[in-house]
């Protein structure tokens, strides 16, 4: 999330960051900054707003002799507002006595996701573990079922929904979501499939969105999938799809050890608060109402902060440090569509690298060597800025800021340097002095937007995308080493490996997910039809690519 445009899947217009040097987010944010400037202390709530939500508290209070109904049934507007502050203080000690607090509420970096899906363009992520019965019988649905209702206390804490506040008054909250897990799991019907037309059903799962009003997450199971990678006999596949505003990347290892682990100790999900039981619509809302001022107050602070710093920043920058502003665009830069491509790539070992050498950097050159050869043969030329998004881990501190705490930055894929090693050494240094550069800031600044802005924000990021004049990236990766806590299992059967689907955006029309499963590795590809009409090219290139990097990076070769 390098620009501020970005709150976990690149160029998803989750949100609007702040504080990050060159970013677009400075000049939206002096926008914002000079539109605005107002009385604060008067939030933009006006009489009729304040009438309705007084007349709504009265009423859920039942408190017909309550001086803020005789005044909302009058309609006077001369009369003092101390009685609506009455009414919104009585509504904000009743919520905080019922035990929904802060902690509950989901964070600005997640609840961006759910209004992008309110717009008709999901970001759900999709995961999916492949399990191999070797040459015994393959777990019945019964058995499935069975295995997921033992492991249900330790998923527990993922069981929420979405509830929103009236008007964005306040941050919406996570609810607990009580759904059997009948309901849940669902066991696909086209028992026998082979592999190929697997991957097509994942295709149309990952192109369908989940209402994470409803349910946040849901499960699929795939029975007797026949010619699976590395399998002798037919195999099971679950595939575990939910909204990214409560599933990502960071998540797949817990979210594993909860699904098919054999602990009995609870799970850690990071940056996941709790859940309550139910919201009062009303009472939220008029908490909302109370905090406003002094949220709109800190906002307007760490929004003076951020440009302050982003101009510092520019002004102290090295020439050439930062990147460019816009890169070439090629033909991956388009509208990729409704329609999905997966491919899903078996790679095994990388074997031996040199020492302080990164299987994430080993898979962005392999990136960089296939991409350029795909553009090549298709366009004619690669652009020598040839540009991927990465996902950047922020560590146990970030754990409070929200579930998407991670943060995204573009690493130059050098593909005019022709040698392997050379290009190998040159994408490594841009991944770790992109690294160093990561902090905490666009998520606590991001944080920071008060709920009844988050929409107008998100809108101008929108508006700020379209405006651009090249793209920020060709393509994307994500990265993540899983099994620590392995051995995993479904119903006794061995887990083969795992997968991560990073979603499509409109920027990030091919997006890499590598998953480490020990030392095995795992690469999917999520694009479409409209971007690579051929994917099974980019997809031989792609893995005669990780070979011919991996070999040349072997000590001694």
């Not at 097509?200 to 199971?221: K, N, P, Y």
């Not at 040698?419 to 944080?447: C, Q, Y």
């Amino acid at each position: 999330m390098p620009t501020g445009e970005v709150m976990g899947t690149p160029g998803g217009g989750g949100g609007s960051h702040v504080g990050r040097a060159g970013c677009e987010t400075s000049t939206g944010a002096r926008a914002f900054s000079d539109r605005r400037r107002c009385d604060v202390t008067t939030v933009g709530i006006g009489v009729g707003t304040r009438n309705r939500f007084v007349t709504a508290l009265t009423a859920v209070a039942g408190d017909t002799r309550h001086p803020g109904r005789a005044w909302v049934q009058r309609g006077d507007p001369s009369v003092s507002v101390q009685c609506t502050l009455m009414v919104i203080r009585a509504g904000h000690d009743a919520l905080r006595k019922s035990g929904v607090g802060p902690t509950s509420q989901a964070r600005p970096v997640d609840a961006a996701y759910v209004l992008e899906a309110d717009r008709g363009h999901h970001l759900d992520t999709l995961f999916f573990w492949v399990f191999d019965s070797g040459s015994g019988t393959p777990p019945t649905p019964a058995e499935i079922t069975e295995h997921f209702r033992r492991r249900a206390p330790f998923y527990a804490p993922m069981s929420r929904r979405f509830v929103r506040v009236p008007g964005h008054l306040d941050h919406a909250y996570w609810v607990a979501d009580d759904q059997p897990v009948e309901q849940r799991v669902v066991h696909d019907q086209r028992t026998g499939l082979d592999w190929p037309a697997l991957i097509d059903a994942l295709e149309q799962l990952a192109a369908t969105s989940l209402d994470v009003r409803v349910t946040a997450w849901r499960i699929d199971v795939f029975h007797g999938v026949r010619n699976v990678p590395g399998t002798t006999a037919p195999g099971t596949v679950v595939v575990f799809r939910g909204n990214h505003s409560l599933i990502t990347g960071p998540i797949l290892d817990p979210l594993s050890e909860a699904l098919f682990g054999d602990g009995i100790e609870p799970v850690h999900f990071p940056g996941l608060g709790p859940v309550v039981r139910r919201v009062n619509r009303v009472l939220a809302a008029a908490r909302g109402i109370a905090r406003a001022p002094r949220a709109t107050v800190h906002y307007l602070r760490t929004m003076r902060v951020a440009l302050r710093d982003a101009e510092r920043a520019q002004a102290g920058a090295a020439p050439g440090s930062a990147p460019p502003a816009s890169l070439t665009a090629t033909t991956l830069n388009r509208d990729p569509g409704d329609r999905r491509t997966l491919l899903v790539l078996r790679l095994g070992r990388a074997g031996q690298l040199p020492k302080g050498f990164t299987v994430t950097a080993l898979a962005l050159t392999a990136v960089s060597v296939a991409l350029e050869r795909y553009l090549t043969g298709v366009a004619g030329q690669c652009p020598p800025d040839l540009t991927a998004f990465v996902t950047i881990a922020l560590g146990a501190e970030a754990e409070a800021l929200g579930i998407n705490s991670i943060d995204w930055t573009d690493v130059a894929l050098h593909p005019g340097i022709d040698s392997i090693r050379g290009r190998a050494a040159a994408v490594l240094a841009s991944l770790v002095e992109r690294r160093e550069a990561s902090s905490l800031r666009h998520l606590t600044d991001t944080n920071a937007i008060p709920s009844f802005l988050l929409p107008a924000e998100l809108a101008a990021n929108r508006r700020r995308l379209r405006a651009r004049t090249g793209p920020r990236m060709h393509t994307m990766l994500t990265s993540i080493r899983i099994g620590n806590d392995g051995p995993w299992a479904l119903a006794g059967r061995p887990m083969l490996f795992g997968t991560l689907c990073p979603p499509l955006t409109p920027e990030a029309t091919v997006t890499h997910g590598l998953i480490g499963l020990g030392d095995d590795l795992t690469l999917t590809v999520l694009t479409s039809p409209e971007i690579m009409p051929d994917p099974q090219r980019y997809a031989a290139l792609l893995e005669a690519a990780f070979e011919e990097v991996a070999t040349a990076l072997r000590p001694g070769a």
